[in-house]
């Protein structure tokens, strides 16, 4: 979603910024823009499309002062009037999040804006504070912003009043800034987005940082100076190698036994014993939970969902899987004892996530999390530690790896769990030694990639879908059918197989698909059987995945997965799901890495 990246220091500006929103674009975006500042007059070129089409070159490159935006549309459509940066009177400006009240903040200060954008009024309240009621930069973005709701992460700057400064203020949308050598800052919303230096700075909410004449000053918003605590943190950079795929989506599907591996590594022993040392949890609060919440958006909630059974079944307590962006407003929950609530995310800046867990973690629930991005906000927020997954940068907007190494670290933090609360040790041990498999068992399931292209060329011109799973595969089914959802556009519904007969068998007839999960243990594959019986009779077309076909021929398709029992059996199911989305996807001539209308991180409410 939108990024930010700005510079205050000696060097060009321009290719700082421009290198910096580079790193930003796998994030998803629209249109993208860079602004300058040179001789008390700004310089900028915004551009619909991608990064490589703001034209650098027509801005000066001895500027030492400029900020730049890649935008994912909220507030008015795709144009480059949209495109950020925006420029109200003195005042330019990127702004991550969403101001709410844009409208009234627009009728009270009577302006009149050029775009549909909330980014554009803001620019506004602080030129008119500043002009009208004579107040610097920073004073005048904080009173503006002291009037917005919602959320931001704002860079501002105002070159004809104030040539040599760059305001950055924060509350909701991270805004990160890297303290490089002589006396240069580099303001982002990621910390990926900074190559220069590890060497950085947090912005809390409520903060605002003042860059002028070479230096950094951070101020609260009652203009109280703050102390600074500088952080080394190692981040991954993104690379624009294929490795020979054709996709991002394509190569990460094939990276999962090294990235599972990774997950793994120095967590599980060989004997199949957990060894984690992220969870902050006390013997104590381990030994006393009631309950266990899992948290987050799309895939992330899917990988809770998938996990949950096997840890009811290990820790004999409720697992509990919600939507961040409904979690929230469940107060009771919200309130629960003896209780630890798991945030899950790829990205750590999903902002429905963030906005759950900061309120859980207000109402005293001890927070944790399960996330990919190293010094993202979740990681950094959370109260009690967490897992990170070290499967490496997922640029594909459809989310492969992080999934598969979420179920896993969610596996090994129910099985550390189980070990410390005394449980079996032989279930746990069995679970250890299970996982330690997965790697084998998803690289054996990647031989299948060629006959996975077939069995998709020739499923890819159903519109519709179902993808029916029973018991632990009912949410291997929704991650399964979301994948081929957003990567493909065709419609795909995930049920649990036995509700099909309760309503959605309505739509059955030979022109809908319905791609039905095996399950491996006995009575559950007798009654998918029945299931698929049902679809057949209504002449509706079956393709079957798992280790063995329906009964009687009744498949028109199958994709035989390996028999891995039943701790990952959904893993490698998921495998071959992602490869039948990606070969949809892929005979339909989609853009499979950058899908219509998505971004890879959803970093508004
Ligand atoms: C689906 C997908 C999204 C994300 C969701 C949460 O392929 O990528 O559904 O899973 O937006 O993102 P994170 O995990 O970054 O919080």
């Given at each position: 979603?939108?990024g930010?990246?700005?510079y ?8 700082v910024?421009?290198s910096?929103?580079k790193q930003l674009?796998y ?13 008390g007059?700004?310089?900028?070129d915004?551009?619909v499309?991608?990064?490589n ?8 490159g001895t ?26 009177g ?22 009149t804006?050029v ?14 504070k ?5 107040y610097?930069?920073r ?14 992460g704002v860079?501002a700057v ?10 950055a ?6 805004i ?21 230096t ?14 002028k004449?070479g230096?950094?000053q ?16 190692e ?12 996709t ?15 997950t793994m590594?120095?967590?599980i ?28 958006c ?19 307590i ?11 407003y469940?107060h ?30 207000r109402?005293?629930?001890p927070?944790?999390g399960?996330v990919?991005s ?17 499967a ?9 790896k ?5 179920v896993?670290?969610?596996l ?12 079996p ?18 690289a ?8 996975i ?9 159903f ?10 595969l ?25 509700e099909?007969?309760h309503?959605?068998i309505?739509?059955i ?5 319905s791609?039905?999960?095996?399950p ?18 209504r ?12 009964k ?14 039943k701790?990952i ?8 799901l ?6 949809i996807?892929n005979?339909l001539?989609r ?15």
């Open positions: 979603m939108c930010i990246v700005g205050a220091g000696t060097k060009g500006a321009k290719d910024i421009y910096g929103l674009e994030r998803g975006y629209d249109s993208a823009g860079v602004l300058v500042v040179e001789d007059k700004i310089h900028i915004k551009e499309g991608t990064v089409k703001v034209d650098i070159t027509s801005l000066p500027s030492g002062l400029g900020i730049g935006h890649t935008r994912w549309a909220t507030h008015g459509g795709v144009t480059k009037d949209n495109a950020h940066p925006h420029t109200y003195n005042v330019s400006l990127v702004h991550n999040g969403i101001i709410e009240n844009y409208e009234d903040l627009k009728n009270r200060y009577e302006l804006t775009s549909e954008t909330d980014s554009e009024v803001l620019a506004g309240v602080i030129d008119y500043m002009t009208t009621d004579n610097s930069l004073e005048a973005t904080v009173r503006a912003l002291s009037e917005c709701q919602g959320t931001y860079l105002a070159p004809a009043k104030e040539p040599g400064t760059l305001v203020a924060r509350s909701g949308s991270p990160v800034i890297g303290v490089g050598a002589d006396k240069e800052y580099i303001i982002a919303s990621d910390p990926s987005a900074i190559l220069t590890n060497k950085m700075v947090f912005l809390s909410d409520g903060e605002i940082a003042e860059f004449n230096t950094m951070v101020y609260d918003f009652a203009s109280k100076p703050k102390d600074i605590t500088e952080e080394t943190v981040t991954e950079k993104s690379s624009d190698d294929l490795k020979g795929f054709d991002y989506m394509h190569k990460e599907i094939f990276e999962q036994p090294d990235t599972l591996k990774e590594r120095g967590r022993l060989s004997e199949g014993k957990f060894n984690l040392g992220g969870p902050n949890l006390t013997n104590e609060q381990i030994k006393s939970l009631k309950s266990i919440f899992i948290i987050g799309g895939t992330a909630f899917y990988a809770g969902q998938s996990v949950k059974y096997a840890l009811e079944e290990l820790l004999d409720p697992v509990v899987v919600e939507y961040a962006s409904e979690f929230r469940r009771a929950a919200l309130e629960a004892d003896n209780s630890v609530a798991i945030f899950m995310s790829q990205s750590g800046e999903t902002a429905d996530t963030l906005a759950a867990e900061s309120e859980a973690r109402r005293g629930m927070t944790m399960i990919n190293v010094g993202s906000t979740l990681a950094r927020s959370v109260s009690h530690g967490g897992i990170y997954l070290h490496g940068i997922e640029k594909s907007v459809a989310s492969t992080a999934y598969s190494s979420m896993v670290a969610l090994m933090f129910g099985g550390f769990l189980a070990e410390k609360r005394g449980l040790l032989s279930d746990v041990r069995q679970l250890g030694t299970d996982l330690l498999d997965t790697p084998r068992e998803i054996s399931m990647l031989e299948s990639f060629e006959d292209m077939t069995v998709a060329s020739e499923v890819s011109g519109s519709n879908c179902f993808v029916l799973g029973r018991d632990t009912y949410p291997v089914a929704l991650e399964g059918a979301l994948k081929i959802t957003e990567v493909s556009y065709m419609h795909a519904q995930a049920l649990p197989t036995g099909m007969k309503g959605p309505a739509l007839d030979e022109n809908h698909l791609i039905v999960l095996m491996e243990d006995k009575l559950m594959y007798e009654k998918t059987c029945s299931g698929i019986q049902e679809i057949r009779a002449n509706g077309k079956v393709l079957t995945v798992g280790s063995r076909p329906a009687g021929g009744l498949s028109d398709w199958h994709i035989p997965t390996p028999m891995t029992g701790n059996s959904g893993l490698v199911i998921n495998c071959a992602q490869q039948l989305a990606y070969g996807a005979s001539g853009n499979i890495d950058r899908p219509r209308n998505l971004a890879k991180s959803v970093t508004v409410e």
